[in-house]
Nanobody
């Protein structure tokens, strides 16, 4: 089992920055690829970014160049730095863990999920 707890959400204005953090516990963190997903009201959960234990990362086109995912295997945390936020970034953001070394943008490949943290971007 892997337990994931997100933090750092909030209400910001368009153009602002926000940093989300996910703390993992329960298993060897370095065995897991980590991802961030988001879900807006009335929409399906969608991929945002993912990172391997060796810090290779992939991003959704909608956030590329604005968001940066990072991880610290010593502290078992994965962060999502979000810059130049837009109203369309408003969503609940979820941290997820996938057992293995490869990356995936499919939520079905992730077996562990946090409870989510709300990000609201006003125009």
């Amino acid at each position: 089992q892997v337990q994931l707890v997100e933090s750092g959400g909030g209400l910001v204005q368009a153009g602002d920055s926000l940093r989300l953090s996910c703390a993992a516990s329960g298993r060897t963190f370095s065995n897991y690829a980590m991802g961030w997903f988001r879900q807006a009201p009335g929409k399906e959960r969608e991929f945002v970014a993912a990172i391997t234990w060796t810090t290779i990362a992939i991003y959704a086109d909608s956030v590329k160049g604005r968001f940066t995912i990072s991880r610290d295997n010593a502290t078992n945390t994965v962060d999502l730095q979000m810059n130049n936020l837009k109203p369309e970034d408003t969503a609940s953001y979820y941290c997820a863990a996938r057992n293995g070394a490869t990356l995936s943008s499919s939520l079905h490949q992730y077996g562990y999920w946090g409870q989510g943290t709300q990000v609201t971007v006003s125009s």
